[in-house]
């Protein structure tokens, strides 16, 4: 039976709805390529990062480890300490919902400090610096290749997490994101090219 249109087979079928399964069939493909890409893109921009992250963190500890007062080596940078005064503090209350449905309450603890220069910075502390800081005192903010690593008001220090360590943290996220797409998609593509081969197989002895 014809009309003007697709062609309609006994079984039902149609050229219409052949030519459009195999359009899904191969953006589907297509897609599953492209996730593949992606995962391989994102594990080669991911290795080397954290690579270069751990390398930092592992410096930066050696010169925490080091001390201020001792010599740790020419190859080694050690902590610049940049005297600013605290012109602000704040203390920020966070709700959030946990995986059995209750209110868990978080509270931040920020100080404001203005540098030399006049800019001004914030930076969440530890509830013990917050405690022993003042609005108008001194602070010393340890400085560590342009990064903030440290802030010491009176008798207390608090430390930030390395810059090594952040990139570590993300990185290993990114590569992670990458191993899966690269997974989930060869499997896929595995399965599909398994079952074109049974198709094909099936087909010949039909033949």
Known sequence: MFNDRRRTYPDGSSTWTSWRERLESFAYIVGLVLAVGAGIALLVLAVPKFGDSYHQNEEFSHAKNCGDDLDCGDDLDSFEGLEVLVVGRDIEHRTSRNSDGHDTSTIDYILTCQRPDGSRSTHEVSAELYRNSQ????????????????ITAGTETYWFPSPGALGMAFWLVTGAVG???LAWGSVWLALIARQMRRERKWGTRAG
């Open 135 to 150: 609005e108008g005192q001194a602070a010393t903010l340890r400085m560590w290749r342009g990064h903030v690593v440290a």
């Open 179 to 181: 191993l899966a797409l």
